[in-house]
């Protein structure tokens, strides 16, 4: 794993955003796996203004986000669609043929699956899949003691994740238990990936998914066994690493064509 750590929510977010800048320039055309929820929504405003100064087009990629709710119409201001279109989409040049979500809410949810499934492996693959990570350790909505083989799937969400997304909802009982999401296997076919967190929060989960065992207590600690994994954390995020200093070192002594 590639350890960043930065000062501030800002710094954090700009170097998310030169990850994903450094892969759409190294490819013709780029499949962007998307994530949602608090933690990327700053690094998507630096995207936008990217794309606005002219550093950046989103012309040649396809995209294919996490997870949705079930259950959740793509027009309701709770959903993961709404939440692309408003925060991402429509402010980027992105055709929106090649834009993709779950479908949370068709009546054969295992038939959607399958086809989504099926339009990241004809779209050629993921080349860097965006990733968060909950408190619990889940990545996407793929909660502990889940299968590491698991491909998208519809899910039932843990209580603890139900009690953390209420903070979006009005009542905790509106958050919806279902949700479609990409697998861990799924996931760990992203030729890369990059991972985002901030604040105390979180620090735990991170700590077990850097420096822990790999265990399904932790879904996010598979990452240990992916190729190409960037971590990026604010200082509230990294400060349970053993290794926090040694993260930092590794770093500042990078050759030139390994930074961003």
């Known amino acids: 794993m590639e350890i960043l750590i930065r000062d501030t929510l800002k710094a954090s977010a700009q170097m998310a955003a030169r990850v994903v800048l450094k892969i759409i320039h190294s490819e013709e055309k780029t499949v962007l796996g998307l994530a949602t929820g608090g933690t990327p929504l700053r690094m998507y405003q630096e995207l936008i203004r990217m794309k606005q100064t002219g550093e950046l087009s989103f012309k040649n990629c396809t995209t294919f ?4 709710y079930a259950g959740l119409l793509p027009e ?14 429509d ?11 779950p ?32 408190a619990n350790g889940h990545i996407g909505f793929n909660e502990p003691t889940g299968s590491f083989a698991s491909r998208t799937w519809v899910k039932i969400l843990s209580e603890q994740t139900i009690q953390d997304n209420s903070v979006y909802f009005e009542k905790q009982e509106e958050v919806p238990r279902h949700v479609v999401t990409m697998g861990i296997a799924t996931i760990m076919e992203s030729r890369h990936c990059l991972l985002l967190a901030n604040g105390a929060k979180k620090a735990d989960a991170i700590r077990k998914m850097i420096e822990g065992p790999i265990s399904a207590s932790c879904p996010a600690s598979i990452l240990q066994m992916h190729p190409r994994v960037t971590v990026v954390l604010d200082e509230e995020a990294a400060y349970l690493l053993t290794f926090k200093d040694h993260y930092k070192w590794v770093e500042k002594n990078k050759l030139d064509w390994q930074s961003y």
Request: include cysteine.
């Open 103 to 134: 479908d949370g809410n068709t009546e054969n949810l295992r038939d959607a699956c399958r086809k989504y499934e099926q339009q990241i492996k004809n779209a050629g693959g993921i080349d860097l899949q965006v990733l968060g990570i909950g």
């Open 65 to 68: 986000n996490l997870d949705e």
């Open 76 to 89: 309701d201001e709770r959903s993961y669609h709404y939440y692309m279109m408003s925060n991402f989409f």
């Open 91 to 101: 402010h980027v040049d992105i055709d929106r043929k090649h834009v993709h979500l």
